[in-house]
């Protein structure tokens, strides 16, 4: 199975203090969702989206756009270096 690339990567927080991970494929995206405490709304959208993305239902930029909004509404988007 080929993964569903993206560009430019969404970077977001990690459990490790001073450590930052690049997001650039909506299987990426999927796992990173599934490891966050807080679910909110964006979240959900975000995790179909992904989904959808990963069945080839919508383009992976889609999956993109929604994973970057998700990681803003729960604190964990970074901007890039």
């Given amino acids: 199975m080929s993964l569903h690339w993206f560009n430019p990567p969404v970077y977001v927080r990690t459990d490790r203090p001073g450590l ?10 999927a796992e990173q969702l599934l490891r966050w405490t807080k679910r909110g709304p964006k979240w959900k959208q975000a995790i179909e989206t992904c989904m959808a993305a990963i069945e080839g239902d919508v383009p992976s930029q889609d999956a993109r756009k929604a994973f970057e909004a998700a990681a803003k509404e729960e604190s964990m988007f970074l901007p890039p270096a």
Avoid: N, W
């Fill in 20 to 29: 930052r991970f690049g997001v650039s494929h909506a299987e990426g995206a």
